[in-house]
Nanobody, 124 residues
Framework: QVQLVESGGGLVQAGGSLRLSCVEA????????MGWFRQAPGKEREFVAA????????YYSDSVKGRFAISRDNAKNTAYLQMNRLKPEDTGVYYC?????????????????WGQGTQVTVSS
């Protein structure tokens, strides 16, 4: 059974940093891409970043490019999202997702499993 567990969210001042983690705790998958999405109150869930199985391909939304970095450690079944220079508009629930193929995509419909989410709040 696929289990995605996010952690690392919290409250931070604008300009600060947070590092999110997502563990595939079920350890049932072999080769999969991972993505991070977020949802602000009253808004639809949106793409943030994605990474291929090898880590050789990454994608970022324009709003986070240059501030956020996605990475993964396949030996630990874990993906990370390093978030720097946070802004109040980065506030939301952050979800990690798994795509059951090795190539990453930005389309939310391309992901098969989702975590429960972790809250990120950036104060001004």
């Amino acid at each position: 059974q696929v289990q995605l567990v996010e952690s690392g969210g919290g409250l931070v001042q604008a300009g600060g940093s947070l590092r999110l983690s997502c563990v595939e705790a079920g350890r049932t998958l072999r080769s999969y891409a991972m993505g991070w999405f977020r949802q602000a109150p009253g808004k639809e869930r949106e793409f943030v970043a994605a990474i291929s199985w090898s880590g050789g391909t990454t994608y970022y939304s324009d709003s986070v490019k240059g501030r956020f970095a996605i990475s993964r450690d396949n030996a630990k079944n874990t993906a990370y999202l390093q978030m720097n220079r946070l802004k109040p508009e980065d506030t939301g629930v952050y979800y990690c997702a798994v795509r059951l193929v090795s190539t990453a995509v930005v389309d939310i419909a391309g992901y098969d499993y989702w975590g429960q989410g972790t809250q990120v709040t950036v104060s001004s």
